[in-house]
């Protein structure tokens, strides 16, 4: 699909986070293909400079509208409308790809669905592209209220459905990999959804900047008229934002008032000022308190002084607009202290202005970058105010703590001092390496390879059925609205919290008591059996549930859950069935042991070279070869649903051939550290989903973590929200592991060890 025309969609053209985006996507299409570029919006705004002359689609009913309908069917009638109109404004002689962005936000009742319409009317010449930036879900209280009540009355169910709608032709993009997790758990298809990272308009920092100090003379004519204190002197903290209140623009304040009692010499300059009305309310507090204590801060300078384009603007000879490369030239560094963002330029453009970027981490946001080569030496988690986030305080308690706050005992913190040392001494390798990287993995001509590669997947679908799952947004819900109440571990075992050559815990074991005693649940989730994971459950001291055989059950303690296990509790699962043995509640997903070891005979003589069925070797042979102790190798002869066997002289083509047998029988294979094993029906990925689904009941909003060393852990590490990979012994598997599991985080150390650094880091 390399010729089509290209519509983006959004409610309007604002000074915006997407408004760049949509920037750079023309310029990227401009730049990398033929294809025609044209903008649908509710034509409220006037296209800026840089989007003028393309072709323009006026939608008003685009437009934000807080109307409410009787019915849905009344909903659905106004959004047949809309969609006629979208559909007659289409060039339908060639493919269509239109992409929208943050239509599920539901600034307007009818927009998804009349989307939906257009796309079922339009199978095969309409691709939609749902762009998700931000979630009414978080914290959006009234257009979240909008959501539910929209049909006459208040309906989660159909909540879902009009604000993620589903079609053959219809797709969803998220900017960061914890954003595609959570669009998975609404019941979207995972092969529907895209990670599509925002471009960096690199370009805007190859400019030579200007040196001139009229720049500076400019800011300051503004700050004397609006009643800041401004200084040509002092060096300058630079966070470009508009000051809303998830930047969290008090917490910078506070770590200007850090710096400044090392040393004496800063000042914190606001790019943009806020517009709407209740951040107006935020930012009139902070620009009050500032001037009254004659902070060094100044605030909304950047209409006046900064160009809305790449470019100068000159008048009788002088500048009177400087680019953003200009003003980043003046900083001493890039600050960023937000708390809530979905990609992030704050985190990645000073780089390019060979400026250190410096701030509070975004865990999610960042480790994407991280995994794309960044590092972020100068960040720092949370500022603690006894042991409380000072970023997650009313902002009359934030102003209060920075008047009255000594610094020297925030500068205890080992992380603050760490981001202070990075102002005053910026790290020139972080720099210099970070603008590779960015440059690499950020720019415009990456970002339209994504998209081409992304369209062209889409294809896939057309000759595909499709049948349309249930949406269901109350996970969502409850993530945004809830704080986390429960963290919980699911971790593989041998070659992970196990050492692979001896199965020894010691190296683990002082990391997981630590965690035991933080009252973090430690589930076990391995190929092991039941036996052999009760002998290590003892010596473990380990009372929570645990997965066995690869996902073939789940072993939950009696009484565990304030709840019956039952089938009527796992309904929207397939299970086999749920027994009950002295001391457990099992639930069971794979066929038992007998069917499992028939099939592996049967794949055994149809292969031309030979496998050995792990129970079928001697205790002495599994000593030997899996080099297990004689009493776990007695414990590993007995299983109850899924087996195994070794591949002498083990390649990929060889893999390939069991894995055709295997399937021809309906059996799927795991690829492990030392065997192949094979399940009908379950795997380490459903069973893991099981079990946090019960927490989830339990605890309501928890945060789980996944940890693994092979490609048979991969399926559970898609369905945790941290996943991490340790670095294993024989062949590496990170490079797939990177491309199947979206964020997965790839650990330098070695299994136990790899471990004990990801544990920490989770506590």
């Not at 493919?95 to 998804?112: D, E, G, P, R, Y």
């Not at 790290?427 to 590779?436: D, H, R, S, V």
């Not at 009484?559 to 086999?576: C, V």
Request: with cysteine.
């Amino acid at each position: 699909m390399g010729n089509f025309n290209y519509y983006v969609l959004h409610w309007h053209l604002k000074q915006s986070g997407v408004r760049i985006v949509i920037e750079n996507m023309h310029e990227a299409l401009s730049k990398y293909s033929k294809n025609n570029f044209s903008i649908i919006s509710s034509g409220q705004q006037e296209a800026v400079d840089s989007l003028k002359r393309i072709k323009q689609i006026k939608i008003p009913e685009l437009s934000y509208s807080k109307e409410k309908f009787s019915s849905r069917n009344k909903l659905e009638k106004k959004a047949t409308k809309i969609a006629i109109k979208i559909e007659n404004k289409l060039d339908l002689t060639k493919q269509c790809v239109i992409h929208s962005h943050n239509i599920n936000l539901f600034k307007n009742a009818t927009a998804s669905t009349a989307l939906k319409i257009l796309a079922k009317r339009n199978p095969k010449k309409v691709t939609l592209l749902m762009q998700v930036h931000d979630f009414a879900e978080d914290d959006r209280k009234p257009l979240l209220d909008l959501m539910l009540t929209c049909t006459g009355k208040r309906d989660q169910k159909v909540a879902g459905e009009l604000a993620f709608p589903q079609e053959k032709n219809i797709f969803y993009m998220t900017i960061n990999s914890r954003d595609k997790r959570l669009l998975r758990k609404t019941g979207i298809l995972n092969e529907k959804i895209f990670l599509y990272p925002n471009a960096i308009n690199i370009s805007k920092f190859k400019q030579k900047p200007l040196k001139e100090k009229r720049l500076l003379e400019l800011i300051n004519n503004y700050a004397k008229r609006e009643g800041f204190n401004f200084s040509m002197k002092r060096k300058i903290l630079l966070y470009p934002v508009k000051l809303i209140q998830r930047k969290n623009i008090a917490e910078a304040i506070l770590l200007l008032k850090l710096i400044n009692n090392q040393k004496n010499n800063y000042q914190l300059l606001i790019t943009l000022d806020a517009n709407s009305e209740t951040d107006i309310n935020y930012s009139n507090k902070i620009k009050k308190f500032v001037k009254e204590k004659k902070l060094p801060v100044t605030i909304g300078f950047g209409y006046d002084v900064i160009s809305a384009t790449n470019k100068r603007e000159i008048k009788n000879g002088k500048v009177t607009k400087y680019t953003i490369a200009d003003l980043f030239e003046k900083a001493q560094c890039i600050v960023t202290t937000s708390t809530l963002e979905g990609f992030g330029f704050a985190f990645t453009e000073g780089w390019l202005a060979n400026r250190e970027v410096v701030g509070r981490r975004i865990d999610f946001v960042m480790t994407d970058f991280e995994n794309n080569n960044l590092t972020f030496p100068g960040f720092y988690t949370k500022i603690k105010i006894d042991e409380k986030d000072f970023g997650k305080m009313k902002l009359n308690q934030q102003l209060k703590i920075i008047e009255k706050i000594n610094p020297k005992k925030l500068l205890k913190q080992k992380e603050l001092n760490k981001t202070i040392n990075a102002i005053i001494t910026p790290n020139k390798k972080a720099i210099l390496k970070n603008k590779k990287a960015i440059e690499k993995e950020y720019s415009l001509k990456k970002y339209y390879s994504r998209f081409e590669k992304i369209v062209k997947e889409t294809k896939k679908f057309k000759n595909k059925d499709f049948l349309e799952n249930k949406i269901d947004n109350s996970y969502l819900i409850d993530y945004f609205s809830k704080d986390i109440e429960k963290k919980i571990i699911i971790t593989d075992l041998d070659g992970t919290l196990l050492d692979h050559n001896n199965y020894s815990h010691l190296i683990s074991f002082a990391t997981y008591k630590e965690a035991q005693k933080k009252g973090i649940p430690v589930c076990f989730c391995s190929s092991k059996s039941f036996d052999e994971q009760i002998c290590f459950r003892k010596i473990m001291k380990n009372p929570n549930p645990f997965i066995a055989e690869n996902g073939s059950a789940i072993y939950i303690p009696k009484n565990y859950f304030p709840f019956k296990i039952t089938n009527a509790l796992l309904k929207k699962f397939e299970i086999k069935k749920i027994k009950r043995i002295k001391g457990y509640d099992i639930i069971e997903l794979n066929v038992s042991h007998d069917k499992t070891y028939k099939a592996l005979k049967t794949i055994q003589k149809k292969l031309p070279f030979k496998t050995h069925i792990f129970t079928d070797h001697s205790i002495e042979e599994l000593e030997k070869i899996a080099k297990l102790p004689k009493k776990y190798a007695i414990l590993s002869k007995t299983k109850y649903y899924a087996n195994g066997c070794r591949i002498p002289k083990m390649t990929d083509k060889k893999i390939n051939l069991f894995k055709r047998e295997a399937k021809k029988l309906g059996f799927e294979t795991k690829v492990g550290g030392r065997f192949v094993g094979i399940n009908k029906g379950s795997d380490k990925g459903k069973a893991t989903k099981i079990l946090l689904e019960l927490f989830r009941k339990k605890y309501k909003k928890i945060l789980s973590i996944g940890l693994g060393d092979s490609e048979n852990d991969f399926l559970m590490l898609k369905e945790v929200d941290k996943a991490f990979l340790v670095k294993r012994v024989g062949k590496s598997v990170n490079e797939k592991a990177k491309k199947e599991i979206v964020g997965i985080n790839i650990l330098d150390q070695i299994g136990p060890k790899g471990w004990n650094f990801a544990i920490k880091k989770f506590l």
